[in-house]
């Protein structure tokens, strides 16, 4: 059974940066592809960032590129999402999300939030 689970979440003021946390139990690390997703209040939840499983490739939704870096720790099985510049309209719910390529079986961690206030 993937247990995904985050933390790293919290407030921080307008500029600020903050960095969130995946650990990931129950399968092989390396033959996941992994993403954050995050949920802001009143909306859909989004795309924000993906790496692929070796991590050589990554990819993040246009409005973010520059602001967030996604990584992964083959030997801590953590995935990360670096987090600057952080903006008020950056706060939500941010999710780590797991994805078999061979099967096509996806996994969700709870959340964290993430408050960007002065």
Not at 34 to 46: C, D, F, I, V
Request: hydrophobic share 30%; net charge positive; proline share 3%.
């Amino acid at each position: 059974q993937v247990q995904l689970v985050e933390s790293g979440g919290g407030l921080v003021q307008p500029g600020g940066s903050l960095t969130l946390s995946c650990v990931v139990s129950g399968f092989a690390f390396g033959r996941l592809s992994m993403s954050w997703y995050r949920q802001r209040l009143g909306a859909e939840r989004e795309h924000v960032a993906t790496s692929t499983r070796n991590g050589d490739s990554s990819w993040y939704a246009d409005s973010l590129k520059g602001r967030f870096t996604i990584s992964r720790d083959k030997a801590k099985n953590t995935l990360y999402l670096q987090m600057s510049n952080l903006k008020p309209e950056d706060t939500g719910v941010y999710y780590c999300a797991a994805r078999q390529d061979r099967t096509g079986d996806g996994y969700w961690g709870p959340g964290t939030q993430v408050t960007v206030s002065s």
